[in-house]
């Protein structure tokens, strides 16, 4: 597994004000994972799982110009593992 792959989800978490308003990714981004090589999209979701496995994870540290919560992250996170069927 390489958290590097979670920079995917977390980019999109840049455009999202308020996680809570966030209920998981769409039909027409899962969709648009179709146009990624296999081993990206399958690098995403062991990511992401990983990510669910480790709430103590310090999401921020990865990524520091997120500016959301250390929680807010990892309940999208959470949600995106639902949308992507990994959770």
């Known amino acids: 597994m390489n958290i590097?792959?979670?920079e995917y989800p977390l980019y999109m978490l840049h455009?999202?004000?308020d996680v809570t308003q966030f209920s998981g990714l769409n039909e027409k981004q899962i969709k648009s994972?179709?146009?990624?090589?296999?081993?990206?999209?399958?690098?995403?979701?062991e990511a992401v799982l990983w990510a669910v496995q480790h709430p103590e994870?310090?999401?921020m540290e990865f990524d520091d110009t997120l500016r959301h919560s250390n929680e807010d992250i990892y309940d999208y996170?959470?949600?995106?593992?639902?949308?992507l069927d990994v959770s």
Not at 77 to 83: E, N, P
Request: hydrophobic share 40%; charged share 30%; with cysteine.
């Open 15 to 17: 455009y999202i004000d």
């Open 33 to 45: 994972m179709t146009d990624y090589e296999e081993h990206i999209v399958t690098g995403i979701k």
């Open 57 to 59: 994870f310090d999401f």
């Open 77 to 83: 996170l959470c949600k995106v593992a639902k949308s």
């Open 4 to 6: 590097e792959f979670l």
